[in-house]
C-alpha cells in the first residue's frame, strides 16, 4: 500500500457524498473575484493586477490544461504554498515550504476543505483530524499505513 | 465612539508602559467612550491574565487576528472532564499526571498531551500534542470553542532542536478554517487565506483597520513604536479618527542615554515625519514638550498639540506606622545597563564606609542581573546588598528610608514616584526627564550633577559613584533632615495622586 492511497482512504472516510471523477480546466480554478487566469508558456499563471500570485502546472498531456498542482508565490517568488489536484478536481492536499524550497509539512483536506491528515515533513509525525480536533498521531506514515493495512485487510489498492 | 489603544504587548516581559497602560484603563472607563486595547499578535492566556491583573478587563482586550474571523471570545466553557474522556480514549492515554493547572497524558510512559486549566480548573484554554515523548506538534487554544491551532516542526539552531511555530490556523465559530498566517516566508509573517490571497502583515493590518470603520468620533491612542505594521495603515486608512501619540520613552538620545538609540528615536520617526496628522501628542513632563517642539521647528515640521498628562499615578500615599529599616536604601529597576545599577552598588559599597549599617535591596531583574551579582560578590557585599528578584513592589518601598537610583534617562520613572508616593528620601541624577520633576535638590532628595557625555567619561563616572556616596552619607547622617526629606516627597506625590492624572486624562480626552 502506498502512502498517497492512504490519505485517499482517509479522505474517503469524511466525505460525506459521492464525488465524480472530473479533472479542474486550469481557468476555472477558484479564485478571488476578477483575478485573472492566463498562459504562461509552458504553464498557467494565476494574477492580480498584473501582479503573479501563483503558477499552475498540468498533467500529461499537458496541452489539455488540466492542474496537477498551483504553487502560490510571494511578491519576491518564493513558493510558499503547493496545491495539488487529484482525479476529483479540487486541492486535495496543501504542502508548506519553507523559504529555501524544502517541505514543512503537508495537509491533506476533503472536498469541503475540512482538514483530515497533517505530515510534519521535519519529524515524520502524521496527525489525524475529525471535525478539525486531533483525533489520532502517528509516529510515522509506515506506522500509519500498517494500521490503515490491518483496518481494511489490505483492501485498499492504488 | 471608541477609543481604540494600539497595542498590547505579546511575548515580552512586562514593563513601565504595560503598567501605565493598566493604570490609566481606570481613567479612561470614567470617560464617555468605549475603550478597546488592540493586541496585534495572538496573546497567550497568560498575557490575558497579566494585562487583567494590571487592570484590563479582558472584555476590553481585542486581538486583531482572532476579531477578523467574528470568533474572539476569550471567555470559555470547554470542560476539561469532556475533553480529557474524549484525549484519553482517542490517544490511548493510561497515565494522566496533574502539575498545577496543567494536565499531562501519557500513553505507556510517553508524553502525548496536555490540558493547561484555567484558576478554576473546571474549564480550558490550551490543549498541545506531542510525539517521542515531549516534542511539540500542535496546539488548540479555546476560548467558547476552537479559536485557533499553532502548527510546530522540528528545527534546530546552534545544534539543539526545538519546536518551531510555522503555522497559525484561525477558525470561525462554525470551526470553519477562516486564513493562516505562515511565518518566516523570508524571516517575515504572511497571512494567506483559502482563495488564494495573501498579505504581509502590514497589508494584512490594512483589512483589520477597514473593518474597525474608524469615524471622526473614534480616538486612536497609539503609544509603541512606530515601525509597528497596523501605523501606516491607520494613518493611511484611519479615516477621521483622532490620533493621539503617547511618548513612554525618550525621543532623542545623547550618546550613552540609552542602550538601544543614538540621537532621534526610530521607534518615533513616523511620528515626526508626519506630525501634522496627529491631533495630540502626549508626554510625561513639561520639559520633554519643549525639546520635542524644538525638535519639531529643527526639522520645519508642523507642531500638533502637545499636552503633558503623566504616564501613570499613585493610588494613594503609603504611609507606614511601622519604622522604616534604619539606614536602608531600596532601588527598582529593570536589571539592564542604561539603569546603572553598578553605579548604585559601587556608591552603597563607598558609602558603607561612613555608615557601616547601611544596606542596599535591589528588586528586579534583567539581563545584568547576573553580573551585578558578580560585582556585589566581588566586593564582599552580599551581606549589605541584596537582590531581591521580580515581584509585586508596591507595599515595599515604605519599609526604607530612601530609595537611590542611576538611571541616566527616565521619561518619568514610576518607580521613584512610587518611592516618593511612600516618602522615601531620593538621591538620582540630574537627568532628562522624570527625576528632574519627582527629585527636588535639597528638598526631598538630591539631584546629583550629571551630564549625559559623562558615561563615556571614566573621571566622570568615578566622581559620579563618589557624589552619589558623599550624599548617602550626608542624607543618613542628619536624622532631621532625613526626616524632612521624607515629608516633602510625599507633598510631591500628592501632585501624582491619580485623581489628579485621571482628570487630566479625561479632560484632555474628552476635549478632543
Known amino acids: 500500500m502506498e502512502a498517497e492511497s492512504v490519505y485517499q482512504y482517509l479522505i474517503d472516510r469524511q466525505e460525506f457524498r459521492l464525488l465524480e471523477e472530473k479533472d479542474l480546466y486550469y481557468v476555472f480554478l477558484p ?3 476578477y483575478w485573472d487566469i492566463r498562459v504562461d508558456g509552458y504553464n498557467g499563471a494565476v494574477t492580480d493586477m498584473g501582479e503573479k500570485k501563483a503558477i499552475i502546472y498540468f498533467k500529461a498531456p499537458s496541452e489539455k490544461r488540466y492542474v496537477q498542482r498551483v504553487e502560490w508565490i510571494t511578491t519576491t517568488g518564493t513558493v510558499y504554498k503547493i496545491d495539488y489536484y487529484g482525479k476529483y478536481g479540487y486541492a486535495y492536499c496543501t504542502e508548506y515550504l519553507n523559504s529555501d524550497g524544502s517541505s514543512r509539512m503537508k495537509e491533506y483536506y476533503t472536498s469541503q476543505r475540512k482538514l483530515v491528515a497533517s505530515k510534519n515533513s521535519s519529524n515524520g509525525v502524521i496527525t489525524l483530524f475529525e471535525q478539525g480536533h486531533v483525533a489520532a498521531m502517528y509516529d510515522s506514515e509506515s506506522v500509519l499505513i500498517k494500521e490503515v493495512s490491518e483496518e481494511t485487510d489490505g483492501d485498499i489498492c492504488i | 465612539m471608541a477609543i481604540y489603544v494600539f497595542n498590547l504587548l505579546v511575548g515580552y516581559y512586562t514593563g513601565g508602559l504595560d503598567t501605565a497602560q493598566g493604570v490609566r484603563s481606570r481613567y479612561l472607563r470614567k470617560t464617555k467612550h468605549t475603550v478597546k486595547y488592540i493586541f496585534d499578535t495572538v496573546p497567550t492566556y497568560r498575557e490575558l491574565l497579566v494585562y487583567h491583573n494590571l487592570g484590563i478587563c479582558v472584555e476590553e482586550m481585542l486581538c486583531a487576528q482572532l476579531f477578523m474571523t467574528g470568533n474572539y471570545n476569550f471567555a470559555g466553557n470547554i470542560k476539561v472532564s469532556d475533553k480529557l474522556q474524549e484525549l484519553v ?9 496533574e502539575i498545577g493547572n496543567s494536565l499531562r497524558l501519557y500513553h505507556e510512559n510517553q508524553l502525548v498531551a496536555s490540558i493547561e486549566r484555567k484558576e478554576n480548573k473546571e474549564f480550558l484554554y490550551q490543549i498541545s500534542y506531542y510525539h517521542n515523548n515531549g516534542k511539540l506538534i500542535l496546539t488548540e487554544w479555546y476560548g467558547d470553542s476552537l479559536l485557533y491551532t499553532d502548527h510546530f516542526v522540528t528545527a534546530e539552531k546552534d545544534g539543539k532542536k526545538y519546536a518551531k511555530k510555522v503555522k497559525t490556523s484561525f477558525f470561525d465559530k462554525k470551526g470553519t478554517n477562516v486564513y493562516d498566517c505562515l511565518y518566516d516566508i523570508n524571516g517575515e509573517e504572511l497571512y494567506v487565506y483559502p482563495d488564494g490571497q495573501s498579505y504581509s502583515k502590514t497589508q494584512w493590518f490594512y483589512k483589520f483597520i477597514q473593518t474597525l ?13 512606530s515601525f509597528n505594521s497596523y501605523v501606516q495603515p491607520l494613518f493611511q486608512y484611519g479615516g477621521k479618527a483622532k490620533k493621539v501619540v503617547v511618548f513612554h520613552s525618550g525621543h532623542y538620545f545623547e550618546r550613552g542615554e540609552d542602550t538601544g538609540s543614538l540621537y532621534m528615536n526610530r521607534e518615533y520617526y513616523y511620528w515626526f515625519k508626519y506630525s501634522e496628522k496627529i491631533d495630540l ?40 506606622k511601622e519604622f522604616r529599616k534604619p539606614r536602608s536604601l531600596v532601588t527598582v529597576s529593570r ?7 553598578d553605579w548604585v552598588i559601587e556608591s552603597v559599597i563607598e558609602a558603607r564606609k561612613g555608615i557601616p549599617e547601611l544596606t542596599l535591596d535591589i528588586y528586579g531583574e534583567g539581563k545584568a542581573t547576573s553580573a551585578l551579582k558578580e560585582l556585589v560578590h566581588q566586593y564582599n557585599a552580599e551581606e549589605y546588598i541584596h537582590f531581591m528578584g521580580h515581584c509585586d513592589v508596591s507595599e515595599v518601598y515604605k519599609n526604607y528610608e530612601g530609595y537611590i537610583s542611576g538611571s541616566v534617562f527616565e521619561t518619568l520613572g514610576l518607580s521613584v514616584m512610587e518611592a516618593i508616593g511612600s516618602g522615601n528620601a531620593v538621591i538620582g541624577l540630574d537627568a532628562r526627564y522624570g527625576n528632574r520633576v519627582l527629585i527636588e535638590d535639597g528638598k526631598n532628595g538630591r539631584l546629583i550633577k550629571f551630564s549625559p557625555d559623562d558615561i563615556q567619561n571614566p573621571q566622570r563616572v568615578k566622581e559620579i559613584i563618589s557624589d552619589m556616596a558623599k550624599c548617602i552619607v550626608e542624607v543618613f547622617s542628619d536624622e532631621e533632615m532625613l526626616l524632612a526629606y521624607q515629608e516633602h516627597s510625599y507633598q510631591i506625590a500628592e501632585r501624582f495622586l491619580n485623581d489628579k492624572i485621571e482628570k487630566k486624562w479625561i479632560d484632555v480626552i474628552e476635549s478632543l
Do not use: C, W, Y
Not at chain 2, 470603520?213 to 513604536?225: A, C, G, H, N, T
Not at chain 2, 501628542?281 to 503623566?310: C, G, H, W
Open chain 1, 31 to 33: 479564485v478571488p473575484e
Open chain 2, 89 to 97: 480514549e482517542k490517544l490511548q492515554v493510561n497515565k494522566t499526571v
Open chain 2, 213 to 225: 470603520k474608524l469615524s471622526e468620533d473614534d480616538i486612536v491612542i497609539l503609544e509603541r513604536p
Open chain 2, 335 to 341: 536589571l539592564v545597563p542604561g539603569k546603572k545599577v
Open chain 2, 281 to 320: 501628542m502626549i508626554v510625561s513632563t513639561e520639559e520633554q514638550k519643549e525639546d520635542i517642539r524644538t525638535k519639531l521647528l529643527e526639522f520645519s515640521k508642523e507642531i500638533p498639540r502637545i499636552e503633558v498628562v503623566p504616564a501613570g499615578g499613585l493610588a494613594d500615599i503609603k504611609r507606614t
